[in-house]
């Protein structure tokens, strides 16, 4: 076999059709499993094109011209000049759209950077050392979730507005409300994943490869950080994906009560509530918002689910 | 292979579970007595079998003895060092010392790791090797020795057959080249034929390195073909220990005599010419071990007084001990 | 052999295949054997050699799809179960044909009583009253040496030990008087010495009502001291069929030389190091054209790599599939 010879002769060797060999490692057989979902397809693809539109709108259509206003021009329905209509200042609600797309994804993604991190440590601690330690981080955790995310949401989005101050990212200016949203979403989600990473790591840590790494001498903390979590990425990812979605709609909540990112800044929720008064007179003013919002929402659960499946261990398909 | 020290001194080992009740606030209602004051030594370069049924916590000793669980009670002297009280840095070194081969292949690797990782952790862990490729090297090694080509490095647990990821097992073992090596019920899950070349590299494998072993099972006639000596243990206590041969030949204790003749013999005509001892009743529960001599409830030779003394634990004949009030020295 | 006694069952060339989506699982490929009443029938081979799949296939729990029964018969007194319609099949299983299996966990329901499982199994098929199956149920339990059985009709599963919950499963399968007992792997789960009770429970229930078993097992041991007569399989064949005596004593397959020169004793001395089978089992995927045991076999040939050997008589009542007669072979390894 042309392999360094053993010192011990009496070992079996193994030829090279003895040897099991799948062509598939886990990365590829989980691509596998999500292929054949066809509606977690369809979501990931118009994902794509969201964000897609998102950002690469922006190239074609520039912030001042998102922030232009001009009243002669208020309330137009779609036309050729504006496709999807003025609002009720004059500003053209596709440009919006895209801008405003770009913070509502963007709110997404980092509310679910600070959930993720701050679910992960707290279900992790929680699940991986138990005793008191487990104890007290649950009842915090249960102290949080009892409080009505919406509840909590305004009170600290009322407390904090203005006191947070503009902040300028990748050329473009956020006002201190985004970051104000960002944080409050991500610290008022987290309890959900510190949940089922708690759960994951006690049903893991009991597992023998665990017990083999400690009598290796491996550290508490290699032992989360390096054996445990890997094992425990498919609800993290499916929780995280779905984060997104719950994010989104969270800002269009708040920013719907007034409570949210600013004006003239768009967000999709934002242009939800301009358009309040004008539900029948301007429907475009929500129509595309809404859809916006929906299709994002839709997409990313279709993408959960098929991610779910796909990461699940015990699927028998290939 | 018997030097003047015994590698491994174990003096009244005990460990205790707690049994919790309530709801609100828990408190201990009792203890799982899983290991009740075990005490036996093995010689550098020896196997000691340690066996018995379901329960008799044969397991859970052996992972006290590298202290994966914390002893309740008792003393664990390795390589001449106590480990009552030691501090980090000798926990350090005695996991680098000693390792442990487990029973279940498809439970004891990482699934997400690749065979590299899992074989080179100790070397990693102990800082043995510090550069990459001194690393890869000697799991190339390791490899090879237990059979494995080392074109499998990369490759995952998922990718083996049992036998195959139990030999992967075996190279993370011997990856920190230790002394002591605890095999908890390494063939059990394995097939047959499977089992034979398991346990000829472990033979080869303690030829080679002078390796120790502490191999617990429930296969006795195993046990006999690879052991030195033997210790038979029955709801956390040991109940005799002697040679293989002096055990399996002349078994004192009325439990072992049990045991042996309740072992199936591949040979049609031995088995049927052969005196069985059937015992009665199951295992008892080791929350709440019997009064006196823990096997007297299913003991065919008991009697009264074993129900209140607890047997002694004596030397019957040189190296074979029994604790058996039916026998005296 | 009695020529006069028909078997009670006799199967003829079985081949059971599973549709998978990599491919096609060649679980058993052509198997032969019958068993005459009052006979017990040991069914020895390692994991993946197709005796569980054979008895599966015999009683008609594969799940068809995936499965396919490409090929075979199984006649049951005059009945062939291959071709058997499901709503036959209700009434002769657990009835007529009873099976035990490994793990008493998962073939009792669990949020039933025993007592309950017990009973509705015999008023089904006998027809009794409550009162009528009560006391059967008692009767059985009693029979298989459950202490105060009256007391544990009430009982769920979980409240039995292992070695309990097996005797229960022996109680159910006895309930209706069958006459042919299928276990499949009964005692593999249990401690040595409960193996040992069940082990002989069984024979004390075989003598008393002339139980027809068949004992499909991994263990060389435990067939030894409860068969008549053995058949070794190997990659979904029979390699090797024999009265239980001289299949021991008189080996003439390669694999079953190799098994049984892998096995330790608990009653000898260790005299030499155990004869371990190198490499691993074949791969089911691949349709199998020549010997399956080629690619491990000390006394292989070229021809075992391109045609598989018929089993075929090598000695009264003992068949052997395999082209070399390994006694005068000068290959191989002895003891």
Same mark, same amino acid.
């Given at each position: ?29 989980? /691509? ?23 950002? #690469? ?60 991190i701050a679910g992960v440590l707290v279900g992790a601690a929680a699940g991986y050392y138990g005793g008191w330690i487990d104890a007290v981080l649950m009842r915090i955790t249960e102290a949080v979730l009892n409080i009505p995310e919406l509840f909590l949401l ?9 006191? #947070? ?19 409050? #979403? ?23 490869? #665990? ?22 990425? *498919? ?9 997104? *979605? ?17 004006? +003239?800044?768009?967000? /999709? ?16 003013? /929500? ?25 699940? +261990? ?5 | ?90 926990? =350090?070194?005695?996991?680098? =010392? ?109 030829? =080679? ?118 026998? =005296?020295? | 052999?009695?020529?006069?006694s028909t078997p009670l069952l006799q199967v003829e060339d079985l081949r059971t295949r599973f549709h998978i989506p990599e491919g096609t699982v060649f679980a058993v490929n052509g198997i032969s054997f019958s068993i005459k009443e009052g006979e017990t029938l ?46 036959? $099949? ?10 035990? $299996? ?52 009430? @009982?769920?599963?979980?409240? $039995? ?15 209706? @008087? ?40 991994h263990d060389l041991g435990v067939v030894a001291g409860l068969a008549d007569r053995v058949i070794v399989m190997y990659a979904g064949y029979i390699v090797e069929e024999a009265l239980v005596d001289d299949l021991y004593e008189n080996p003439c397959h390669p ?19 155990? @004869? ?60």
């Amino acid at each position: 076999m042309g392999d360094a010879v053993s010192a011990t002769t009496n070992i079996p060797r193994l030829s090279q059709d003895e040897i099991e060999s799948p062509p598939l490692s886990l990365g590829q057989l989980t /691509w596998r499993r999500f292929r054949r979902h066809k509606m977690a397809i369809f979501g990931a693809v118009v994902l794509i094109l969201l964000v897609l539109y998102s950002f #690469i709108g922006s190239f074609f259509l520039s912030e001042k011209y998102a922030n232009y206003t001009d009243t002669n021009l208020r309330l137009q329905a779609p036309s050729s000049t504006h496709p999807f209509g003025t609002d009720s200042v004059g500003r053209d609600v596709l440009a919006r759209t895209i801008y405003g797309g770009q913070i509502s994804l963007l709110i997404g993604l980092t509310a679910v950077t600070i959930e993720t991190i701050a679910g992960v440590l707290v279900g992790a601690a929680a699940g991986y050392y138990g005793g008191w330690i487990d104890a007290v981080l649950m009842r915090i955790t249960e102290a949080v979730l009892n409080i009505p995310e919406l509840f909590l949401l305004i009170v600290m989005a009322k407390e904090f507005a203005g006191k #947070i101050p503009t902040i300028t990212l990748l050329g473009r200016e956020f006002s201190g409300s985004v970051v104000v949203i960002v944080v409050i #979403i991500g610290l008022t989600s987290w309890m959900y994943l510190a949940r089922i990473v708690r759960a994951e790591f006690l049903s893991l840590k009991e597992n023998d490869f #665990i017990l083999a790494a400690r009598a290796t001498g491996t550290s508490n903390n290699g032992i989360i950080f390096r054996h445990i979590l890997p094992n425990s990425m *498919a609800p993290i990812i499916v929780t995280a994906t779905l984060g997104v *979605a719950n994010a989104i709609l969270a800002e269009a909540y708040i920013s719907f009560l007034g409570l949210g990112v600013q004006p +003239p800044t768009a967000t /999709w929720g934002n242009m939800l509530d301009g358009a309040n008064s004008y539900l029948e007179s301007a429907p475009w003013l /929500w129509f595309f918002p809404g859809m916006l919002i929906l299709l994002t929402v839709l997409s990313i659960n279709f993408l959960g689910d098929g991610l779910r499946d796909a990461l699940d +261990p015990h699927s028998r398909a290939v | 292979m018997n030097d003047a020290q015994p590698l491994i001194v174990v003096e009244g080992l005990k460990k205790y579970f707690p049994v919790t009740s309530g709801v609100v606030f828990q408190r201990k209602a009792g203890s799982v007595r899983a290991v009740d004051g075990i005490s036996f030594s093995i010689a550098r370069g020896e196997t000691l079998g340690l066996v018995g049924e379901s329960g008799c916590g044969k397991t859970t000793a052996g992972r006290t003895i590298l202290n994966l669980y914390t002893p309740t009670a008792g003393k664990i002297v390795i390589d001449g060092q106590d480990l009552t009280n030691a501090n980090k840095v000798d926990l =350090k070194e005695f996991r680098r =010392k000693t390792a442990m081969i487990f029973q279940d292949p498809y439970a004891s690797l990482n699934p997400r790791w690749t065979v590299n990782a899992i074989v080179s952790e100790p070397i990693r862990v102990h800082k043995l090797f510090t550069k990459e490729k001194e690393r890869i090297d000697k799991v190339n090694e390791l490899l090879n020795l237990v059979g494995l080509s080392s074109r499998l490095i990369n490759r995952f647990p998922h990718e083996f057959s049992g036998g195959q990821r139990q030999r992967i097992g075996v190279a993370r073992a011997l990856a920190s080249d230790p002394l002591f090596i605890v095999c908890d019920e390494p063939i059990s899950a394995l097939d047959v034929s499977i089992q034979a070349q398991v346990v000829n590299l472990l033979e080869d494998l303690q030829d =080679k390195f002078g390796l120790t072993y502490l191999f617990i099972a429930h296969d006795l006639s195993m046990v006999r073909h690879i052991c030195d000596r033997v210790a038979v243990m029955y709801l956390g206590v040991i109940v005799e220990l002697g040679e293989r041969n002096e055990l399996y030949e002349n078994p004192l204790h009325p439990y072992t005599q049990a045991l042996l003749s309740a072992v199936p013999i591949p040979d049609p005509k031995r088995d049927r010419e052969r005196r069985r001892v059937i015992l009665s009743g199951d295992v008892p529960s080791p929350i709440n071990p019997p009064s006196g001599c823990r096997f007297h409830p299913r003991c065919p030779i008991g009697k009264e007084h074993c129900k209140m003394d607890i047997p002694e634990w004596f030397e019957a004949s040189p190296g074979h001990w029994v604790a058996c009030n039916e026998i =005296k020295g | 052999m009695d020529n006069h006694s028909t078997p009670l069952l006799q199967v003829e060339d079985l081949r059971t295949r599973f549709h998978i989506p990599e491919g096609t699982v060649f679980a058993v490929n052509g198997i032969s054997f019958s068993i005459k009443e009052g006979e017990t029938l040991g069914v020895v081979g390692e994991s993946g050699c197709g005796k569980s799949v054979t008895m599966l296939s015999i009683l008609g729990l594969i799940p068809i799809p995936p499965g396919e029964i490409v090929s075979g018969k199984a006649i049951f007194r005059d009945r062939d179960l291959i071709k058997l319609p499901e709503s036959e $099949f209700e009434h002769l299983r657990g009835n007529e044909v009873a099976m035990i $299996f490994q793990d008493p966990m998962t073939s009792l329901n669990p949020v039933l009583t025993i007592g309950r499982q017990i009973t509705e199994t015999v008023r089904t098929h006998l027809g009794m009253n409550q009162e009528a199956a009560e006391k059967t149920a008692i009767e059985l339990l009693e029979r298989v040496g459950i202490p105060e059985a009256a007391s544990r009709l009430g @009982n769920y599963p979980h409240q $039995f030990s292992g070695g309990m919950r097996q005797r229960v499963m022996i109680a159910m399968a006895l309930s209706c @008087n069958p006459s042919l007992l299928i276990a499949d792997e009964p005692t593999t789960a249990l401690d040595v010495t409960i193996q040992a009770q069940i082990v002989e429970l069984v024979l004390h229930l075989r003598e008393q009502l002339h139980m027809t078993i068949i004992w499909i097992t991994h263990d060389l041991g435990v067939v030894a001291g409860l068969a008549d007569r053995v058949i070794v399989m190997y990659a979904g064949y029979i390699v090797e069929e024999a009265l239980v005596d001289d299949l021991y004593e008189n080996p003439c397959h390669p694999y079953t030389v190799a098994l049984l020169g892998a096995l330790p004793r608990v009653d000898r001395r260790r005299d030499h190091r155990l @004869n371990s089978i190198p490499g691993a089992p074949p791969n089911l995927l691949v349709e199998p054209h020549s010997c399956p045991f080629a690619a491990r076999c000390t006394y292989v040939i070229d021809k075992c790599r391109v045609e598989n050997p018929p089993l075929l008589s090598v000695a009264p009542d003992h068949k052997s599939a395999c082209w070399v007669d390994i006694k005068s072979s000068t290959t191989g390894i002895t003891r």
